[in-house]
Structure formats: structure tokens, C-alpha cells
């Protein structure tokens, strides 16, 4: 049976992994179901040749949230502000929290648009839709009271909840939890984070669904080019391309023969470039911007780095590791998760560790660290990951 399966995005149409894989999830899922995408995006990015969106039979829908007057703003950061100080552990506090930080203007407008497509299944991607997507849920199942709502969580718990969070931050996670439950079903990106959610509420048990390789690789690499590469958004301390840079520093005072290029771009590139000239990296050290063809830095590259100091599950793994690139990483849960023995680790933030395993990378046996990179990004195969979510919807 053809079911209506909404994904509710902030963007599609701009450079992401979150874009990315919502934008492969959608397709696949377009091929045998009615697939809209609603986004906040501005009209004026709609690019259908991005992550080949206009290959798919998608619909995709505009949406802005409407004004809220002025006085009644006022009251509702005041009582979103006491709510977080106190950190009250009410579940009523919570729902009152529920409506201060997401005004009855712009709650009544989103359940309109989502009201619009009678849709089976809706998917609010990222923590914070998956939680506005709870509070429109009375709204959408009064008319569908079949509708299935699910939150698609693309951060870990720690990046969300831990006390240096640049997302929500400690004194939410309970109300982001309560909410969450209200949900037919919430889906982590691994299992590391689903203890740490059962760890905080018993009661919640999300599901763990990978992200998948999303991408057709190019040629292996040959292993030979004394490349290392790093992939993502030039955003502050998330992928720790500061970090990384400083890293290669301390590694190429003993090392003349390897470089490094860092594919990405964002607001912080002016600042990368400023450390590379201070340490006097230029050739040594290049940055490229964003590319289609992100397949040809894998393909020439020797050992890939992830240097993230956070991460939900880094696409970019699966994607190197199909290139047969070794891979140096953070020791982050999740990369430790999907990695297991298949990568050399150092403590996530410490550039000394960085750099020692920079140099342990020089000295891999390359073929057989290159077979068992391989071996593991097979276990993240469109298919797969494409079926576990049509299980998990009920599509079958």
C-alpha cells in the first residue's frame, strides 16, 4: 500500500551530512511511496542537482513560522527562562515549557502545513523538530489517529545534553526526553546513545538505525600518495579541523613527505588558513572547497582523520572506508562503536595524541589496514539501511 511519508527538515538545500542522508533516505523511499519534504528553507536555494534531489519523485513544500507579538515573546522567555534554571523535573513544567518555547502562533501554523498533506508517517529530523513535532501531534492525530510521528536524532546524546552543548544543553535534557516519549518512535544514530537515554529514563527505548554510505565510491585508493584527508563543514571546534591543523604541525616537524587536505567550507576557513600560514604550512596543508566529486579526494588520498570532538555518526567514515582508507579517529563512543578494531584512536581534543597517530598511520601495514576499512563499510549499505527504516515505518 503507496503511503504519504513527510520528512520535516530545517534545510534540504544547503551542504550537510544531515541534508545528505535525509536527502538519500527520501529518495529511496520515494521509489515505491508518496515522499514530500517540507523545509524552512529559503525558496530561493532550491537546488534539485543537490545530492541529486531532482532524480527522485519528491515533493517539497516552503514553510515559515509566523510572528509572535512582542508582549506575548516577553512572557514566554520568562517563563522559559525559569523553567531552565530551575530545571523543574515536573512533566507538567515541562509541557508549560513546551508552549513558552514554541508559541501557540507558530505550534497552530506548523500543525497546518503537516494537516495539509494527510500524511501516514511524519519524521521530524533533528532534536529540536523532532520535539515540535511532538507538541503538533494531538492536532495531526485527531485527524489521522493512525499517523505515525518519529524523531530522527542526528547529534549524540552527549553533544545534545552535555555540559559544553552548542545545542540544548544539560538543564533540557528531561523536558527533550518527556517530549520525545510523546512520539510513536525516536531514532538514534547509535547504540552508545540509546543506553544513554535508557540510562536517563527507563522507560524510553529509541530505535538505532545507522546512516548509510551514501554515496556510488570511485576508484580504491592505491595507497601510495602520503595523503592524509579530512572531510566537513569549516564550523567552530564540531569537526576539529583547528585541532587537526595543529596536529599535522607537531607531525610534520619530523615529517617532510605526507600533506594534508581538508575538503569543506564554512565561516571558520579564513581562520584555518590563518593558522596554516602562522605555521608556515602553506603546500603542506590544503584546503578545497566543497565538491559533486568528493569521490576523487577519497580515491587519491592515503589515511583518512576524524578529528570531530562530537559527532552523531559521521557519514564520512563509511565513505572513506569504501575508498579503502584506514582511518585515524577521536575515540568518541560512536566512532568506537562502528569502528571497533578498525582504526587507530587517539583522546578526542588532545593534539599530541593526534599527532602521534598521524605518524603510527605512516607505518600501517597499508593492504591489510586498507581490507579491513573495506570489511566494515559493508555493514553500511544503502539497502540495508533503507529496509531497516521501511521496518521501522511499518512500510512493508
Known sequence: MRQRICFLVDSIFTVGGVQRVTAVIASELARTHS???????????????????GDAALEFRFFRYPPVPKTKQKLCKVWSALYRKCRLPWAWASACYAHSSFPSEQRDALAEELLQGHYDVVVGVHAPLAVRLASVGPALRRQNPKVRLVGWLHNS?????????????????????????????????????????????????????????????????????????AVGRFTPLHKGFDLLIEAFARFASDNGEWSLHIVGEGPEEQHYRQMIAERGLQG???????????????????????????????????????????????????CQEVLGDAALYFHSGDADGLARQLQAATLLDWPVSSAKAKAVASHFSLQTIVQEWRDLLHLN
Open 284 to 334: 603542506r596543508v590544503m584546503l578545497h572547497p566543497f565538491t559533486h566529486d568528493i569521490q576523487r579526494h577519497y580515491s587519491e588520498a592515503q589515511v583518512y582523520v576524524l578529528s570531530s570532538r562530537w559527532e552523531g555518526m559521521p557519514l564520512v567514515l563509511a565513505e572513506a572506508m569504501s575508498h579503502g582508507l584506514p582511518v585515524v579517529s577521536s575515540d568518541l563512543p560512536v
Open 157 to 229: 546524546f552527549e553533544a545534545l545534553f552535555g555540559p559544553s552543548s552548542r545545542y540544548v544543553g544539560p538543564e533540557l535534557r528531561r523536558h527533550y526526553v518527556l517530549q520525545m516519549m510523546r512520539l510513536d518512535q525516536t531514532v538514534v544514530l547509535c547504540h552508545h546513545d540509546r543506553r544513554q537515554y535508557e540510562a536517563c529514563c527507563p522507560s524510553f527505548h529509541p530505535a538505532v538505525i545507522y546512516n548509510p554510505l551514501t554515496l556510488l565510491p570511485g576508484s580504491a585508493s592505491t595507497g601510495e600518495s602520503r595523503q592524509f584527508l
Open 35 to 53: 515522499v514530500t519534504v517540507v523545509t524552512r528553507d529559503d525558496p530561493a536555494l532550491k537546488d534539485l542537482a543537490l545530492y541529486q534531489l
